[in-house]
């Protein structure tokens, strides 16, 4: 069964960097989210994608954030000078029209 | 985004036993899902009940939704320790689209051997 992929699994970084998560959806689907949780937290919703653009984005997805579908396949979200609050699971999912979400199993992000 | 709110925040039962869990939200919807997240996982849909629908089946799911009273449970038939998970509902008012959905904290579920 096709599966969305994140990579890498685990990213640590330092406070004040740049990290870049990818996500490769599922091949036929139309639409593309962010999704982060904080340890013992909700799931948040970040921004969801479409068309190439941004379809919707929630008020935790301000300028530090950006996210880009540079090719046919990969999905990024860039997260600018990370702050130690930044440290969650961050999921990606894709959707076709009128369907459930699918997830990856998410990049640990560690700001230290 | 619609929101939903689960409740118990725990729950803890024997294998065998049925487990509930409950979901409020707070504005219309068009569906309501359900979605089981394992320790250190990504969410996995479980089940989608529309707004038209009032109970739903799935194998060892039953889903109910009245939308007069903004609430939706999910019951877990014949428990067992693989069902051990967090369970999440989101509520959709589209279908289709972009439709951002919102994640409540969840319900812990435990079951015990």
């Known amino acids: 069964e096709p599966e969305v992929t994140q990579t890498p699994s685990h990213q640590v970084t330092q406070m004040g960097q740049e990290v870049i998560l990818r996500c490769v959806p599922i091949?036929?689907?139309?639409?593309f989210y962010w999704y982060r949780q904080i340890l013992g937290q909700k799931v948040e919703f970040l921004v969801s994608?479409?068309?190439?653009?941004?379809?919707?984005k929630s008020e935790i997805f301000d300028d530090q954030f950006s996210v880009e579908r540079p090719d046919g396949s990969n999905f990024t979200l860039k997260i600018r000078s990370t702050k130690l609050e930044d440290s969650a699971m961050y999921f990606c999912?894709?959707?076709?029209?009128?369907?459930?979400?699918?997830f990856g199993n998410g990049t640990r992000l560690t700001v230290t | 985004s619609q929101q939903g709110e689960e409740d118990p925040q725990a729950l803890s039962i024997q294998e065998g036993e049925n487990a509930t869990m409950n979901c409020s939200y707070k504005?219309?919807?068009?569906?309501l899902q359900w979605y089981r997240q394992n320790s250190g996982r990504g969410l996995v849909h479980l089940i989608l009940?529309?707004?038209?629908?009032r109970e739903k089946h799935s194998g060892r799911l039953r889903v109910t939704l009245d939308t007069s009273k903004k609430s939706s449970s999910l019951l877990i038939t014949a428990s067992r320790a693989a069902d051990t998970a967090s369970y999440f509902c989101?509520?959709?008012?589209?279908?289709?689209?972009?439709?951002?959905?919102?994640f409540g904290k969840g319900t812990h579920l435990i079951i015990q051997p």
């Open positions: 999912a894709s959707k076709e029209d009128y369907s459930p979400l699918h």
């Open positions: 091949s036929n689907h139309l639409y």
């Open positions: 994608f479409y068309n190439n653009e941004i379809s919707e």
């Open positions: 504005t219309s919807i068009n569906n």
């Open positions: 009940i529309r707004s038209n629908e």
């Open positions: 989101a509520s959709g008012y589209s279908g289709g689209g972009a439709d951002g959905l919102t």
